[in-house]
């Protein structure tokens, strides 16, 4: 049983802090920290942490690109970096003082020829003993969303679960790719369908046509520090967040996907799978900066809501 995972726009996470952001001044930062970044390489990394299988694949150009090789390979992170023509590029993160506000700055990235967009889908299905398929992140530039339903076919022919994890135009092209499972947030729902969601039948019944409309199986809607609800075959229902002291928001939503998905892959049910991902997510909410849940708080959250 294994996770592979697609990350097509990946990015080098920087980080650092300082004391003031100032318009027109010299801004004197903290020694800065990197991570490898991306929807799926962070997918990757947390099913690895939570001592899941999970092989990321990602385009790879350029020192961005073969910086976010060498920390995943000090991480012990399996990997399938595809060599592109383009630079990867870099995310930069500044937190103003301790505590304060988080400034994200997140850059286009390179556009993917067909070549390569070919080459990074036959790596992804060249990964032996999948179970389940992750896309998750940003498209690149100049990517057609199609794309989206060209994983699901070749899903499909291998008999593999597909999760989705995007927005915009991309999650608008996941109607019909035969997912099992998306995880939308509710302002991507509120924008994807055109209109506000306003009351927790609003919410419901937005999840619910997302599913009667083939976006997915199964319907996950991230509602941020109000936990998450669900809408599957015959089955909805709401989890509540759970309560912790948050030091980042970079990840959660990922860590959610891969503990959903490795719950899963491990024949756990859709309603304990959901908990297991909330308390990822919230695990990872814990953490500073671009760090990812740590295996023993996601067990000690989760043994909490079962209890």
């Known amino acids: 049983m294994a996770i592979a995972t697609l990350t097509l726009n990946p990015a080098l996470d920087v980080t650092t802090c300082t004391e003031k952001v100032r318009p027109g001044h010299k801004l004197r930062c903290s020694t800065p920290r990197f991570d490898p970044g991306g929807g799926g390489i962070n997918v990757a990394r947390v099913v690895t942490h939570l001592g899941g299988a999970a092989t990321a694949v990602f385009p790879s150009g350029g020192p961005a690109g073969a910086t976010i090789v060498q920390l995943l390979e ?25 505590p304060g506000d988080q400034y994200r700055f997140v850059l286009p990235g390179p556009e993917l020829g067909k070549e390569e967009l070919a080459a990074l ?17 940003s498209l690149p530039p100049g990517c057609d969303p199609a794309i989206l339903k060209q994983i699901g076919a070749r899903c499909r022919d291998a008999g593999v679960k597909l999760v989705i994890d995007t927005s915009g135009p991309a999650l608008a092209a996941a109607q019909g790719a035969g997912a099992w499972l998306v ?19 609003d919410e419901m019944a937005a999840a619910r046509e997302l599913r009667d409309r083939g976006f997915a199986e199964v319907v996950v809607v991230s509602l941020a520090e109000r936990g998450a609800l669900l809408v599957g075959e015959g089955q909805e229902l ?23 998905t490795l719950a899963a892959s491990q024949g756990k049910g859709i ?19 671009t760090e990812l849940a740590r295996k023993e708080d996601v067990e000690r959250l989760y043994a909490g809501t079962r209890s």
Request: proline residues 7%; glycine residues 8%.
């Open 74 to 98: 000090a991480q012990k992170i399996p990997i399938l970096p595809v060599p592109i023509a383009g630079a990867t590029r870099e995310s930069f993160t500044v937190d103003e003082g301790r």
């Open 121 to 137: 889908l036959d790596a992804l299905f060249a990964v032996p003993d999948v179970t389940h398929v992750v896309v998750s992140g």
């Open 183 to 201: 995880k939308p947030s509710l302002r991507e729902v509120a924008d994807l369908l055109g209109r506000e969601i306003e009351s927790a039948d």
């Open 238 to 260: 709401r989890v509540p967040a759970i309560e912790v002291d948050a030091k980042g928001t970079v990840g959660a939503g990922d860590s959610m996907v891969a503990a959903i």
């Open 271 to 289: 309603e304990d799978a959901l908990r297991y991902g909330i308390a990822a997510g919230a695990a990872t909410l814990m953490t500073p900066a």
